[in-house]
């Protein structure tokens, strides 16, 4: 079982700043990777950046160089730090993780989520 605790969401308004943080417990060692999701009303959830156990990073191409992922092992956390935010940001931010248990299977696992709101 692996839990995550988001903390970091609030009220920003457009061109400010935030720092997501994913704090992950229970069987962490099993962790292949981890990302940050987020979903919109009425919209699809989507990817907003990952990073694997080899600290090999992805993101969604309309946020790449907004948004920086990073990981610190030591603390079983992974941080989302959101710089230049715009209106259009604003969503419901998701913790994942994939997790190995045993073989070939995997578990994804999802925080509570945290709001991000971008306003004047």
């Known amino acids: 079982q692996v839990q995550l605790v988001e903390s970091g969401g609030g009220l920003v308004q457009p061109g400010g700043s935030l720092r997501l943080s994913c704090v992950a417990s229970?069987?962490?060692?099993?962790?292949?990777?981890m990302g940050w999701y987020r979903q919109a009303p009425g919209k699809q959830r989507e990817l907003v950046a990952s990073?694997?156990?080899?600290?090999?990073?992805n993101y969604s191409d309309s946020l790449r160089g907004r948004f920086t992922i990073s990981r610190d092992n030591a603390k079983n956390t992974v941080y989302l730090q959101m710089n230049s935010l715009k209106p259009e940001d604003t969503a419901v931010y998701y913790c994942?993780?994939?997790?190995?248990?045993?073989?070939?299977?995997?578990?994804?696992?999802w925080g509570q989520g945290t709001q991000v709101t971008v306003s004047s």
């Open positions: 990073i694997s156990s080899s600290d090999t990073t």
């Open positions: 229970g069987s962490i060692h099993s962790i292949s990777a």
């Open positions: 994942n993780a994939v997790s190995k248990v045993v073989g070939t299977t995997f578990q994804t696992y």
